[in-house]
Structure formats: C-alpha cells, structure tokens
C-alpha cells in the first residue's frame, strides 16, 4: 500500500465548477499535511497548508481527518489557469527530507 | 532574491555516460534536498544534505548514484554508468535551517533522459 494515496483522475470539469480532491495517508505518525500543485513539466509549489480545523485560502478549502488519515481539497469556481496536477504531502517531521508525496490528481478545468 | 536553481534544465545521456546536476540553493538556505520523479509518479525523496554533510541518503540507489554539497559552489547529483530507468525529472529543493513546518523550495528541475 503506498503511503500517499490520491484519486489519480483525470478530473474534467466545466469552468465555476467545484471539484474536491480526496486523499488518505497511511502513517499515524504523520506531523504536517500540505497541497502542492505542479503545472506540467514544472516544479511543485506550495498551494497551502492543511490544518485539522479546517482552512480557506479564496476558493480553496482544506480540511484534515487526523482520525480517518483522510485529507480533502475543495476548489470552487474554478478557473482556466487551476488546471494543473495536485499533490497531497504528508511530512513526519521538521525536515523536508521527510515529505511524502502522493501521485497527484490531474485537473483540467474546460472553457 | 533568485530562487532554487537548476541546471541544466535538460540533460540527454547515453547509455553508460555519466550524469552531473547541479543545484544552487535560495540564498540563506543551508539545506538542499533532490527528489525524483518518474512518468506518472509522485515525487520520491533521494538525499539530504548540508553544507559538506551528507544528512540522509536513504532513498539513494546504493550503487552509482552520490551526491554533495560542498563548502563552496552548487550541490552536485551524480549518476554513474546511466541506464535507461534513470530517465525521470530530478528536483531540488533548499529551506532554511530546520524549525517546525519549514517549507521546501524546489527548483525548476532537470530532465534526464537516457537513450
């Protein structure tokens, strides 16, 4: 089973559509969860953090299921320019050595 | 404040030739990481190091594959002897000293493909 497990898609979705990204995890000890995203043949970047109480960043909202191992991603309205793949990372501890990315789930958003 | 860099961005090798990628951390980050990342897969961590120190190296192929980060200049990946399963994009990425949910910053990549 791998560590980081995502919904590979692809997702297709209509512009102002929403879209949410699912994603478990299989270590408990598992310390800080993120979404990166990563355009084609581009580096991964920071989209945002995901905290167990829920947070928004505009259109974005993550949430955290510490008890599930379960981590989401909810896009709304979504626009052209989020189409890109979305990686779910789970971190054990302070360093980055100890980032765990899952495969990524590829959305394309449709005029 | 330039970020990561990474070159070359593109690196075309024969069977058998060696392969040296270099990564230039952001300034004031002493810490660099290399991921790779083959078709259709998630980034998988490969080596971590500081300034002259190999840190972790446990997602390093045991035989030729090294990797450095000298005092001066940029962090080297160097594989030896590629075959065809080393294509795939190698990424770095630099943070700062190690504190609570340092984020990474990674670097354009470079890809390797071996023919």
């Known amino acids: ?111 | 404040n330039a970020g990561v860099m990474q070159n070359p961005r593109h690196l075309v090798r024969r069977r058998g030739q060696e392969a040296r990628l270099r990564c230039s951390p952001m300034k004031g980050h002493s810490h660099v990481y290399w991921y790779r990342q083959l078709p259709e897969e998630g980034l998988k961590f490969m080596v971590y190091l500081q300034k002259e120190n190999i840190i972790d190296e446990s997602g390093m192929p045991k035989e030729r594959f090294s990797a450095e980060f000298p005092k001066e200049g940029p962090s080297i990946l160097r594989i030896q002897q590629v075959v065809r399963g080393d294509s795939a994009a190698y990424f770095c990425a630099s943070s700062p000293p190690v504190r609570a949910n340092t984020e990474a910053f990674f670097g354009q990549g470079t890809r390797l493909t071996v023919v």
């Open chain 1, 1 to 111: 089973r791998k560590e980081v497990e995502q919904d590979p898609g692809p997702f297709n979705v209509p512009e102002g559509a929403t879209v949410a990204f699912n994603c478990t995890y299989s270590n408990s000890a598992s310390q800080s969860f993120f979404w990166y995203r990563q355009d084609c043949r581009k580096e991964p970047k920071l989209l945002m953090s995901v905290y167990s109480s829920g947070n928004e960043d505009g259109r974005f909202t993550a949430q955290l299921n510490r008890a599930s191992q379960y981590i989401s991603l909810l896009i709304r309205d979504s626009k052209l320019s989020d189409s890109a793949t979305y990686l779910c990372v789970v971190k054990k501890g302070g360093s980055a050595r100890q980032l765990t990315f899952g495969s990524g789930t590829q959305l394309t958003v449709l005029p």
